[in-house]
């Protein structure tokens, strides 16, 4: 003969205490964790942030240096600048050579666009498509010589006259600098997009001198 044992079921009240501290628990564990994770990601952007910076600004005193030396000493041309965003003043200003003038623009972007298509392609051009199509289609993964390689070649193009602007180069010299961090950290792709931007942010920043705008 068998014998059938029924065990009392738990009371309600006590059921529902036990889920409501299993809940709490969860999302005290998930918020911390969230927590951590924003806070890790802030400290990386701030290194990205201030190495971008840096480097944006010794490109623009690589770029006034060059056409110092090329446009204003050679040929004898004094570029327009707005008041107070040189770093570089001219010293000495040579006799116009107009005969210089279209000379050495073009021997500045045959360079620069030799060594881009030299040693990397994707740095031709202004540089802000490039850093778009990383984000989106390439996990935000950018090539160790982008930066080097961009900052010459812009260097040479235009520091010697070319037509072009400066923000296009500092995009994609400071998102390529976010990304090669995120690279070494070895965080997530979905970090290292973030990384990508904060650099893109801290190159426009320090060409144009407004660092809130980088942060907005």
Known sequence: RRVLTLRPAPPVPR????????????LGDRSQVSLQILGRVLWHAALVGAAAGVVGS????????TQVVFLERLAGYLPLRAEGETILAAQHVTRFRPWLLWAIPAIGALAGGAISARFA??????????IIEA??????????????????????????????GREGPTM?????????VGRYLRVSARERRILLVAGTAAGMAAVFRTPLGAAL
Do not use: C, N, W, Y
């Open 135 to 164: 984000f989106h289609q390439h996990d935000g993964v950018v090539r160790r010589r982008v930066p080097l390689v961009k900052a010459i070649a812009s260097i040479l193009t235009l520091g010697f006259g070319g037509s072009g």
């Open 172 to 180: 994609q010299i400071g998102g390529a600098l976010g990304s090669l």
């Open 121 to 130: 392609p994707e740095t031709r051009g202004g540089g802000s498509d490039a």
């Open 15 to 26: 059921l529902r205490r036990r889920l409501g501290t299993l809940l709490r628990m969860g």
């Open 58 to 65: 010794l490109f623009v005193a690589g770029l006034e240096l």
